[in-house]
């Protein structure tokens, strides 16, 4: 027989728990790329296989990034409170995976 209650349960909170984590580390980029600290990637073309771009257009794509980050309208403490939100969204994040490894593996809490 199976306990619909208790399998409510696990799904109410497997759904939380990835809407919390996905949001806590969007709201952490977020946060980054408002605080002028935009996270730099490689650009790449995706076709049939994956081809790296030139080192001109990794240039181009480095300086609009870097023109943005200039255009930002926050004074220099509004920058350092939504990078210390941000850090703190990605500890939160991280927090949370190593909680629901901590539940998983039993023996983390002698289960």
Known sequence: MIDWVAFLIVFASALIGA????????????????AGR???VVPA???DAITVMSPK???????????AARKNPLTPAQQMA?????????????????F????IV???HGG
């Open 45 to 47: 073309e995706f076709t």
């Open 82 to 98: 939504a990078r210390v939100g941000a850090y703190a969204c990605f500890v939160l994040c991280a927090g949370a995976v190593l």
């Open 100 to 103: 629901g490894i901590y539940l």
């Open 38 to 40: 935009v996270p730099v």
């Open 19 to 34: 809407l919390v984590v996905v949001g806590l580390y969007a709201l952490g980029l977020r946060l980054l790329v408002t």
């Open 106 to 108: 039993p023996a983390l």
């Open 57 to 67: 257009k990794i240039a181009q794509a480095e300086k609009k990034a870097e023109k």
